[in-house]
């Protein structure tokens, strides 16, 4: 069996989006994929909303914490296969880039954090079944043998899901 898939899931905070698809990632592509998550600015803390609607889906979230994409930057950090930043639209959000080798794409989810609180639970649900919807087009492909140009081609059309 090869190797899991390495695959970093950037955005601002790093305590909401690219929690969820770094834990989607890990839990749901049957040890394909190995997700890992960071932010440009991070929150310091996963959202409580976050937590709270990956532990109503019954997903672990021990060792889950908002980090900077810094820790991905030394010698001793895993090496990534891809990169996909996570951050909206939003007017005035920075969204991080990523230097180096690893594929790069972006799936845009509007920030469910940035919703009022009275919202929060509607916008976490939308912006996990947007990404879960982009995950499960990963997992139905035959990721593992494809080369790079068609890996990155498809992980840009899936990003538009």
Known sequence: MKAAMNILVLCTGNSARSILLETILTHLSDGRIKGFSAGSKPAGKVHPQSRQLLNDLHFPTVGLRSKSWDEFGGD??????????VCGSAAGETC???????????????DPAAAPEADWEGAFQTAYDKLLTRAKALFALPFEDMDRETLTKELTRIGTL
């Open 76 to 85: 001793a950090a895993p090496v990534m296969d891809a990169v996909i930043t």
């Open 96 to 110: 991080p880039y990523w230097a180096g080798a690893p594929i790069r794409v972006h799936w845009g989810v509007d």
